[in-house]
């Protein structure tokens, strides 16, 4: 019966704790895990899988709407992702990270 217990509060403790660590960009930014990269995407700060995870789901979005960008305004994604990355640095808050010359700094 004892081990019973521990193994549900176990299994309730992981579902518990993978809800907890599914994390939102805002958070993510705030806390210094991602950061707006030169190339009009995210990028991970602190490694770390959630953060990983949210990038990857967030810069499929991202290159998805550059796409249909570029094609109706007939120019290049890079040119869409190059003014991308420059939107996203004005409007970076400070504390934030940014991708500056090969490495993450702080605005």
Same mark, same amino acid.
């Given at each position: 019966?004892?081990?019973? +217990? #521990?193994?549900?509060? +176990?299994?309730? @403790?992981l579902?518990?704790? @993978?809800?907890?660590?599914a994390?939102?960009?805002d =958070?993510? %930014? ?7 990269k030169d190339?009009?995407?995210?990028g991970? #700060?602190? *490694?770390q899988?959630?953060a990983q995870?949210?990038?990857d789901?967030? $810069?499929? %979005?991202?290159k *998805?709407v550059? +796409? =249909?960008? *570029?094609a109706? $305004? ?5 040119? #869409? =992702?190059?003014? *991308?990355?420059q ?5 970076? @808050? ?9 490495k993450? #700094? %702080?605005k």
């Open positions: 019966m004892k081990n019973r +217990i #521990v193994k549900s509060l +176990i299994i309730i @403790s579902l518990f704790s @993978s809800i907890v660590f994390i939102g960009l =958070e993510a %930014k705030d806390t210094g895990l991602v950061g707006e190339n009009g995407y995210l991970v #700060v602190v *490694a899988k959630d995870d949210l990038v789901d967030i $810069n499929a %979005k991202r *998805a550059y +796409i =249909e960008l *570029a109706k $305004n007939g120019i290049t994604l890079q040119q #869409v =992702e190059k003014l *991308a990355a939107k996203a640095y004005g409007k970076t @808050s400070s504390g934030h990270y940014l991708w500056v010359n090969g993450w #700094v %702080k």
